[in-house]
């Protein structure tokens, strides 16, 4: 959560004037919390989709209401949060959309960092999908940058790691980016990540 917020804040320029950039921090910081009692439920767990948003919703009503709804001022507080929790869940706003896209570029970062702490003996290439779900066209880009720095980093051992020749691409049209209805920087539902 907190390394996502930060990203938040070195949003791309061409993004900045279209979004509410300390709405996307506090979504970043708030996005997670319903998983702090049920864990970060993933799909290898077999937990339906439903289940698993009914599990964090009931979490958060918790945190959110009975937790934060005791104390002095604690109740606006709570309100915020669910507030900006139920926003990030809904994947509605521009500044949802965007925050979704960096927990997914957060991953392809978090997975080139073991691979460089690995010092080349951990090819992680298969967390790699979620770079194709990223939607927005800056994010899609800075992704490819964050895909590049790792194809450097493995001809630097004199190596090629799987998925090299898409580092330079991700899924879409022909220059790499993703086009639905002639929104270029919009690519389809949010399925995951």
């Known amino acids: 959560m907190y390394r996502m917020s930060i990203l938040t804040l070195l949003c791309p320029l061409p993004l900045r004037s279209t979004l509410d950039i300390p709405r996307c921090t506090l979504l970043a910081l708030c996005h997670d919390m319903g998983e702090s009692l049920v864990g970060d439920?993933?799909?290898?767990?077999?937990?339906?989709?439903?289940?698993?948003s009914r599990r964090e919703?009931?979490?958060?009503?918790?945190?959110?209401?009975?937790?934060?709804?005791?104390?002095?001022g604690c109740a606006d507080a709570g309100t915020l949060i669910r507030e900006a929790w139920e926003e990030y869940e809904d994947n509605v706003t521009l500044e949802a959309r965007f925050v979704h896209d960096v927990d997914k570029l957060e991953l392809?970062?978090?997975?080139?960092?073991y691979e460089r702490r690995g010092q080349g003996k951990l090819d992680l290439w298969e967390f790699s999908w979620v770079a194709e779900r990223i939607e927005m066209v800056e994010m899609q880009e800075w992704c490819r940058e964050v895909l590049s720095e790792?194809?450097?980093?493995?001809?630097?051992?004199?190596?090629?790691?799987?998925?090299?020749?898409?580092?330079?691409?991700?899924?879409?049209?022909e220059d790499g980016t993703r086009s639905v209805d002639g929104q270029a920087s919009i690519a389809g539902e949010e399925q995951g990540r």
């Open 57 to 72: 919703r009931e979490t958060m009503g918790y945190l959110t209401g009975t937790l934060l709804g005791r104390g002095t």
């Open 41 to 52: 439920l993933t799909p290898v767990d077999n937990i339906p989709k439903a289940e698993k």
């Open 150 to 173: 790792r194809e450097e980093f493995w001809k630097g051992l004199g190596k090629v790691p799987s998925g090299a020749d898409s580092a330079a691409k991700s899924s879409g049209t």
């Open 108 to 113: 392809v970062i978090q997975m080139v960092e």
